[in-house]
């Protein structure tokens, strides 16, 4: 009989449940919520304290995110530009070097595997960050390609440092030239330690990037460098406001990757998704390519919109109708927006809504009020993304709050 | 820079049925082969001096008559030096069994106990397959949507199939995705007569008499009823046949003409460059290599990760080597007439020790007991030799591609004498008459033709690679996503043996589509 209870001497061949980031350790202490959820087989936080403390934090002071968590693959070698061309939707080719791109990926239906960060070292040194696993699949994009792929998920910690003062906490804490480092731009501080200047929260912020027998090391200057400057960790509630402000669509919630859809009607194209800027069409043959181009032709059968919705009621998981009556498609993400101050959804709309047809669009939303249930039907309309814009995000050098 | 309508690579019977077609349609065809004489698996080879002998494949089952009437074969050469072969199947207790079209018997003319069971199966599964042979003559069903006419066609067929009436329509279905050992062993005793029958379910491929789908592959191969003929000349006066045919056509043939890469622009190809260099353009190219070498060929990047997975993950284990033997003499098989010798010589004892044969092979073996398929072409074909010598052409089912000690000409050897070591207890003194021998391992049949892991068929003939799931989902139409490519070995629908088909079938295809532009 198999034995699935850990052995006597506590040996296993396999590593069981969830484990701690190499931040693990400094985070812990934070937690006064105790709320903490799964990621990728790590544990993370979905809070530390309340959401609203810590999602003003973000907007207004600076936090710290562990991105730890995040799959990462370097690949690299003589093709690695034509792998990750062969790969993503857009000319990896027309990156600068030590640049990041957003990027997606697709299967040959031209349905969306995933989303992701692509940083472009050099030609011959990329490296994915993406929210689902990619090894095999960038196993089946590589082959008969001269490159190497490596899974660095567990070699590389991550920590975003996000928020207005961000900035001033790393020149606090003693980097030097973060200064120049423009929007989505990369640069090594140390050896075994990069930043790029890319998050999740559509504000000004860094993404740290260090050997995870580095990440003690890093912690202990960055964390008292903050002192001054409100550094605060935050958990996953607060980010997904900040993302949903940004605009930034989420894998899962604002579309289903084509690989973990047993639906294959729920394959999204980058068109569905409001994501045209990210194909192109220019660069040679890609996974998808052609399915795209007659996608492109048919048109999208779907639309992920923007909407701003009346009343303050946040709109998760509402039906979206036309004129009322028609059903017209569902919210994906949602929030009353405390920085925006509006009502925000991404819904996906079936065409023509959202596409030809864009007007005259209503939002079922119920809610529960003190053990009853409400319902409200709120007039949205389309408007574009972001949500948030704010120029300190982009300001270089940046400011110092 | 001479510029081609079309581009055949490989001059095996598929390219030149596919040039032949093509020219005759009007189309300016030229034929690229690596090796420098037409055939690829349908080829001569002199053992010795003087003897000339078919070096792998030697029988002709599955070509059919409308084919040679389409290609013109019999106005280029094709003439059999026996029809109708009969087929022995030795056994170690000297009653070898010989079956034909008559039926079956003892070779000194006693009748077998299995006699009726024996024949009603086979004509059961004869009808059968009369049936599934009108698939073979079109393009695999769609799987992405079905013209009126093709659904006119399935519904035929099915009606064909409802219409052999209720046991055997019940029969059809219950035996469609069996194996060959129970489908047999339901009739017939395990024996020789059973192993012979059961031969022709596995015969080139890496699979047993208990692996699933075997009946739908001995269908396939009872096509024309089962019959053997010795085509006159060998197999490659076969494919001088076709080469006449394709040239009569009109299309060019260039032997020595290696293809390096395929020229892809924009998502259409337009032309090739051979190894050494020299460009050749072309609207469209037909490659009867298999799917993966011919996405190689045209680069790996133009094709979905999904597509090139799919044609990677190709079944294609080659399980079958040749020995041929250059003889002094006549080999004297004991308890054989002068008739049955001239037939098809199987060595097949039982369908029991066929799979056991196949186990070695799995794990990399050289068979101790070989699976043997003998013919002695010089005795109906004395053209073949100079003199009073004779070539023995012998096929040996579970050899593996993957040896484990590796193919060598130390390994060669071992399997030669294995071979004659059993041939010997059947015809003493024939050892003793073997003046050279010649051996292709699966491995020397994927040097020397490309077919990959040496398989006969390139990638195996089992229910999930065929019709439309062969070469693989997706491009069962013989087009390959890049305009203008396409696949014409087989690899693709119907299939392997030497008919041919799959080559007029891909020519038909890339006739349906207008020339693209020609790159300035």
Not at chain 1, 251 to 260: C, M, R, T
Not at chain 2, 195 to 214: E, K, M, N, Q
Request: proline share 5%.
């Amino acid at each position: 009989m198999t034995n699935h209870r850990p052995s006597g001497d506590g040996v296993l061949p396999v590593r069981r449940g969830l484990v701690e980031t190499p931040f693990g350790r400094h985070l812990r202490p934070f937690s006064l919520a105790e709320d903490w959820m799964p990621w990728a087989g790590y544990v993370s936080a979905r809070r530390f304290e309340t959401v609203e403390a810590e999602y003003f934090a973000i907007r207004n002071q600076a936090t710290l995110f562990d991105i730890s968590p995040m799959h990462k693959y370097a690949i690299t070698g003589k093709d690695a530009l034509a792998v990750v061309n062969r790969l993503v939707t857009r000319n990896a080719a027309k990156m600068g070097d030590n640049r990041v791109g957003y990027s997606v990926w697709c299967d040959e239906d031209g349905f969306v595997i995933d989303d992701g960060t692509l940083f472009r070292f050099s030609e011959n040194s990329f490296r994915l960050c993406s929210q689902e696993p990619q090894y095999s699949w960038l196993h089946d994009i590589a082959w008969g390609f001269d490159v190497s792929i490596e899974d660095q998920s567990e070699a590389i910690a991550g920590l975003a440092l996000q928020g207005p003062t961000s900035f001033s906490v790393l020149h606090a804490a003693g980097f030097e030239g973060v200064e120049k480092l423009k929007p989505f731009g990369i640069m090594e501080l140390s050896p075994g330690l990069t930043i790029s200047r890319t998050g999740f929260t559509g504000d000004l912020g860094y993404e740290l990037w260090v050997d995870a027998d580095k990440a003690d090391a890093l912690w202990e200057r960055l964390w008292p460098a903050g002192r001054n400057f409100g550094l605060r960790p935050i958990g996953y509630e607060a980010l997904n406001m900040a993302r949903i402000e940004a605009g930034f669509i989420a894998a899962g919630v604002d579309f289903q990757p084509i690989h973990h859809a047993q639906r294959p009607s729920r394959g999204r194209t980058p068109f569905e998704l409001g994501l045209d800027w990210l194909v192109s069409f220019d660069k040679g043959y890609f996974n998808g390519r052609r399915a795209l181009t007659a996608a492109r032709q048919r048109g999208p059968r779907t639309m992920l919109v923007a909407l701003e919705i009346e009343g303050h009621k946040p709109a998760q998981d509402a039906f979206v109708y036309h004129g009322r009556k028609k059903e017209a498609g569902h919210v994906t993400s949602a929030l009353w927006s405390p920085t925006c101050k509006r009502n925000l959804a991404l819904a996906e709309l079936r065409a023509p809504y959202g596409i030809s047809v864009t007007d005259d669009l209503w939002v079922e939303i119920y809610h529960p009020k003190e053990g009853k249930w409400e319902k409200v039907m709120a007039q949205a309309k389309i408007i574009e993304r972001p949500f948030f814009k704010n120029d300190r995000r982009s300001a270089t050098p940046p400011g110092r709050f | 820079m001479t510029h081609f309508d079309a581009i055949v690579i490989g001059a095996g019977h598929n390219g030149l049925a596919a040039a032949a077609t093509l020219a005759g349609a009007g189309r300016k065809v030229v034929v690229l082969e690596k090796n420098a004489v037409p055939g690829g698996m349908a080829v001569n080879r002199a053992i010795a001096p003087g003897f000339d002998c078919p070096a792998m494949a030697h029988l002709l089952s599955n070509l059919d008559a409308a084919e040679v009437k389409a290609l013109g074969l019999d106005k280029h050469g094709l003439a059999h030096a026996a029809t109708d072969l009969p087929t022995v199947s030795l056994s170690a207790d000297g009653r070898h069994v010989v079956s034909d079209a008559k039926g079956i018997r003892y070779a000194d003319g006693a009748t077998h106990a299995d006699e009726k069971q024996f024949l009603a199966l086979r004509a059961r599964l004869v009808r059968f397959a009369a049936k599934l042979a009108e698939l073979k003559r079109n393009p695999p069903p769609s799987l992405t949507g079905i013209e009126w006419g093709e659904a006119l066609s399935l519904g035929k067929l099915a009606l064909g199939i409802r219409r052999m009436g209720k046991e055997d329509t019940r029969e059809f279905l219950r035996v469609l995705l069996s194996n060959a050992y129970d489908t047999i062993l339901d009739e017939v005793e395990d024996g020789p007569l059973a192993g012979a029958f059961a031969l022709d379910s596995v015969l080139g491929g890496h699979i047993g008499p208990r692996s699933p789908g075997t009946v739908l592959t001995l269908m396939y191969r009872l096509a024309n009823g089962g019959a053997k003929h010795l085509p006159r000349g060998g197999m490659g006066a076969v494919m001088r046949a076709f080469e006449g045919a394709a040239k009569a056509a009109g299309a060019e043939i260039r032997y020595g003409a290696a293809v390096a890469r395929m020229i892809v622009e924009s998502d259409r190809i337009t032309g090739v460059v051979l190894a050494d260099g020299t460009e050749i353009s072309g609207a469209q190219v037909l490659s009867s290599l298999d799917p993966k070498t011919t996405m190689i060929l045209a680069g790996v990047g133009h094709f979905d990760a999904e597509m090139i997975r799919r044609a990677r993950n190709i079944r294609s284990k080659g399980c079958t080597a040749k020995v041929n033997l250059a003889l002094s003499g006549a080999p004297a098989f004991a308890g054989l007439s002068d008739a049955q010798h001239r037939g098809r010589l199987v060595y097949a004892p039982s369908l029991a020790a066929m799979e056991k044969a196949f186990n070695r092979a799995k794990y990399g073996e050289l068979p101790t007991d070989p699976v043997l398929e003998v013919t002695v072409p010089s005795l109906s074909d004395p053209g073949l030799v100079e003199g009073d010598g004779h070539v023995l052409s012998a096929v040996v089912q579970y050899v593996p591609y993957a040896l484990k000690q590796g193919w060598s000409d130390e390994s060669r050897k071992a399997l030669a004498d294995i071979v004659v070591d059993c041939l010997e207890t059947f015809a003493p003194g024939l050892k003793a008459s073997v003046v050279a021998s010649h051996v292709m391992s699966p491995l020397d049949i994927e040097t020397e033709t490309g077919a990959p892991g040496g398989h006969w068929h390139h990638g195996e003939m089992i229910a999930d690679q065929m019709l439309m799931l062969r070469p693989a989902p997706g491009i069962e139409r013989y087009a390959l996503p890049v305009a203008g490519l396409y696949l014409c070995g087989s690899s693709t629908h119907p299939g392997g043996d030497v008919t041919g088909v799959p080559g007029c079938n891909a020519a038909k295809a890339s006739l349906q589509s207008k020339l693209g532009r020609v790159a300035a």
